[in-house]
């Protein structure tokens, strides 16, 4: 085992404690590690990281159930056409890009046009991290608001079929600044919605006969389910807004990383 297996197995663990603490935030380690560290293509990195962010989103879940930080109806109107949007584009969208396709004049690859994607998810998640939270619009003051909901879950779907991430970053806003939840409450609901759709997501490129390295994709994903544990444990100690600042500049790093190898 090379410096960079272990650095790769050791990230797993990584992952899982950022779900754990955020809500999210998981696959925007677990993608690069899989393809930069672990060898696996950008296509078979985005199913395999459904599987693991499912299975760590679900002990995350379990967690927070077990304090009552989980809003099942507003999870539930957020993961419903999630659901829909994620296996859509696992089933069908990948498989109908080509291999290879002009753009502007330069050839490009599947592989790398799901990099690119994936490295502007991640600069919009470092942003949501980074800047000060919103004030919550809440559905008592706006109920127009309630329509995002429903509609950011078939967008954050969409993004999670495409490129193997949950969407953690993109859902907590959503929860905090149009249902009014407080930030752990949010986190947890996070956690349930990612499971859901993350598994949905995963079944759907199964139906397409990806292979799967069964043996990688379970180490890895045990490792990132300790993790989550850990996470879920740690996070009524430490000071969330440090955290989520933190791990923005740290994801932001790795978006300019990805972006500069595929450009």
């Known amino acids: 085992?090379?410096?960079?297996?272990?650095?790769?197995?050791?990230?797993?663990?990584?992952?899982?404690i950022v779900m754990g603490l955020l809500g999210g935030g998981g696959s925007t380690i677990a993608v690069p590690v899989l393809v930069f560290l672990l060898g696996?293509?950008?296509?078979n990195a985005t199913a395999y990281s459904l599987f693991i962010v499912g299975c760590a989103a679900t002990i995350?879940?379990?967690?927070?159930?077990?304090?009552?930080?989980?809003?099942?109806?507003?999870?539930?109107?957020?993961?419903?056409?999630?659901?829909?949007?994620?296996?859509?584009?696992?089933?069908?969208?990948?498989?109908?890009?080509?291999?290879?396709?002009?753009?502007?004049?330069?050839?490009?690859?599947?592989?790398?046009?799901?990099?690119?994607?994936?490295?502007?998810?991640?600069f919009g998640a470092a942003r949501s991290m980074i800047r000060e939270n919103p004030a919550p619009i809440g559905a008592s003051k706006n109920k127009i608001a309630l329509w995002f909901v429903p509609l950011e879950g078939l967008v954050v779907g969409a993004l999670t079929g495409l490129v193997g991430a949950g969407g953690g970053f993109l859902i907590i806003p959503a929860l905090v600044l149009f249902t009014g939840l407080n930030m752990q409450v949010a986190i947890g609901t996070s956690l349930l919605i990612i499971s859901m759709k993350s598994f949905v997501g995963f079944?759907?490129?199964?139906?397409?006969?990806?292979?799967?390295?069964?043996?990688?994709?379970l180490s890895f994903a045990s490792l990132t389910m300790v993790g989550t544990y850990l996470g879920t444990k740690w996070r009524k100690h430490l000071d969330s807004n440090l955290l989520k600042k933190a791990f923005g500049w740290f994801i932001l790093v790795m978006a300019i990383g990805i972006l500069a190898s595929e450009l």
């Open 203 to 217: 079944f759907g490129a199964l139906s397409n006969g990806f292979p799967m390295d069964w043996t990688l994709l």
């Open 40 to 43: 696996v293509s950008p296509v």
């Open 60 to 122: 995350g879940t379990w967690g927070s159930m077990k304090r009552d930080q989980v809003d099942f109806k507003t999870g539930m109107t957020f993961a419903i056409p999630s659901l829909f949007a994620v296996y859509v584009v696992q089933r069908w969208g990948i498989p109908a890009i080509p291999e290879q396709w002009n753009a502007w004049g330069h050839i490009m690859s599947r592989d790398s046009l799901i990099m690119l994607v994936f490295s502007i998810l991640m």
């Open 1 to 16: 085992m090379d410096i960079l297996e272990i650095l790769g197995w050791i990230s797993a663990m990584v992952a899982g």
